[in-house]
């Protein structure tokens, strides 16, 4: 399942060195291994907003019956895309360092705190991620979230707290 982009500054948008980004998009699809399994791939970095897909796919299924995406599988995918936030706009506000000692200050990331709602059943062949850093504090980051369909119709939204340091 693991699928290594190589050339992500290709891929993904982002103001961000490709040095830095290319690593990014590593640790977050590939070396934290449970974003394997959902599939989530980014498409966008920012500053502090950033934005993924998640194809739909047999083993993701919560509900047989209606074809529904695992409930679930939208909480571990706005979590995820939360720490992301988080992660790039902690190397937005370090710029002044190599990518490398950026991407060291992301050891101490965890989620403090997260609340889901779930609007609508997600069903379809593609889903898409947002989430954006509302503040970033020398410890605490809180983040909010938005779950859609390819419609845009929004399905799930969340909000999170994280450790920084």
Known sequence: MTDVRTDVSIDVKSPFE???TTALCEIFEN???FNQVLGVKIDELQHEIVRA???MRPDLIGHYAHNRLHGGVISATLDSMGGLAVMAAIGARHLDEPPQQRLQR???LGTIDLR???LRPAIGALFRCEA???RLGSRV???RMAFTDEQGRLLATGAAA???S
Request: charged share 15%; glycine share 0%; hydrophobic share 50%.
């Open 132 to 134: 954006e850093v509302m």
């Open 18 to 20: 490709p040095e830095f």
């Open 106 to 108: 992301f050891a101490k």
């Open 53 to 55: 897909h998640l194809p």
């Open 31 to 33: 070396l934290i291994t």
């Open 141 to 143: 980051a809180n983040t």
């Open 116 to 118: 889901v709602d779930y």
């Open 162 to 164: 994280y450790i920084v």
